[in-house]
């Protein structure tokens, strides 16, 4: 499963299609970054730049659904998986940690649009 690149394009599109800060530009999706709100871009078709953020990281139960899911740089996704979700920092300050992901999931919400009805992902 953590084949990532060539699994993520098809969710990449998905959640930037149901994120409102994300433009189609040609064969680029351009938006802003989940966790620190800067401008990123991704090719549509390899999903090359940028990862695949799990707000509530499935090794805590959390799920595929694309308002659990956002697009960040590389960089703040990794720090995020290895001081916060691997488990160091969660337990040393689990309030901050909860609120970190209320947060996230609530700007999620925030920035959520309906997905265009076109089908074929
Ligand atoms: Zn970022």
Not at 24 to 29: K, P, V
Not at 63 to 83: A, F, I, W
Request: charged letters at 30%.
């Amino acid at each position: 499963m953590s084949g990532r690149a060539h699994v993520s394009a098809r969710m990449l599109n998905r959640i930037a299609q149901t994120d409102s800060t994300f433009t189609r530009r040609g064969n680029s999706w351009v938006g802003k970054c989940l966790i620190c709100g800067g401008p990123l871009r991704f090719d549509a078709a390899t999903g090359e730049g940028v990862d695949v953020e799990h707000i509530v990281p499935r090794s805590l139960g959390g799920s595929h659904d694309l308002r659990n899911l956002g697009v960040t740089h590389p960089r703040c996704n990794s720090e995020k998986g290895r001081n916060w979700d691997g488990g160091r920092r969660r337990r040393r300050d689990p309030d901050r940690y909860q609120s970190m992901a209320g947060r996230l999931l609530a700007e999620r919400a925030r920035r959520w649009r309906e997905p265009e009805p076109d089908g074929n992902a």
